[in-house]
T-cell receptor, first 114, second 113 residues
């Protein structure tokens, strides 16, 4: 099992460009999440999908959109990148919204917006 | 929503000594408290977790304690080793937990040789 796979690993964008971060999990998990990690800020939730067919905003959703393509895949799109979106992005999944279900993280995407 | 505070932001200890990281949470309905370790350039990985019906849990050199009345929980690492150097995050799940975990801002643990 690969677990949670994210692509790409690194990306540099110019301000105003768009891109999609891809995430796939092979653990048959129901819930998927996108977090961003900035120095001193911890991990902040951008969007999540509690189950296939649903998506909801997290703490910092502005400037992002998501698509839960199927049970395995959950993508994050930046329509018009801004320097403030320079960050490390982590996709995560867990079996269900049951409270004792831990998160499994992908290896992250390091995004720089110039 | 839930708010998790974590202290200290940086902790330096001598190899072999113990390290303690503390977290507080705001939502009394929170009932699951995991701890993640993140090595430089890598993903966060779960190292231990505790549920609200348990006061303490141990796994070899690491332990977590929970005080629901005071709404705080702590990570204890004994006999620290160089490979313990990393950033540690506490987290809490509140309510139904659909929106994942709320994380503390992390503690950079440095093990001095």
């Amino acid at each position: 099992n690969a677990g949670v796979t994210q692509t790409p690993k690194f990306q540099v964008l110019k301000t105003g460009q768009s891109m999609t971060l891809q995430c796939a999990q092979d653990m048959n998990h129901n819930s998927m999440y996108w977090y961003r990690q900035d120095p001193g800020m911890g991990l902040r939730l951008i969007y999540y999908s509690a189950s296939e067919g649903t998506t909801d905003k997290g703490e910092v959703p502005n400037g992002y959109n998501v698509s839960r393509l199927n049970k395995r895949e959950f993508s994050l799109r930046l329509e018009s990148a801004a320097p403030s979106q320079t960050s490390v992005y982590f996709c995560a999944s867990r079996r269900a919204v049951a409270y004792n279900s831990p998160l499994h993280f992908g290896n992250g995407t390091r995004l720089t917006v110039t | 929503g839930e708010n998790v505070e974590q202290h200290p932001s940086t902790l330096s200890v001598q190899e072999g000594d113990s390290a303690v990281i503390k977290c507080t949470y705001s939502d009394s309905a929170s009932n699951y408290f995991p701890w993640y370790k993140q090595e430089l350039g890598k993903r966060p990985q779960l190292i231990i977790d505790i549920r609200s019906n348990v006061g303490e849990k141990k796994d070899q050199r690491i332990a977590v304690t929970l005080n629901k009345t005071a709404k705080h929980f702590s990570l204890h690492i004994t006999e620290t080793q160089p490979e313990d150097s990393a950033v540690y995050f506490c987290a809490a799940v509140s309510g139904g937990g659909a929106d994942g975990l709320t994380f503390g801002k992390g503690t950079h643990l440095i093990i001095q040789p």
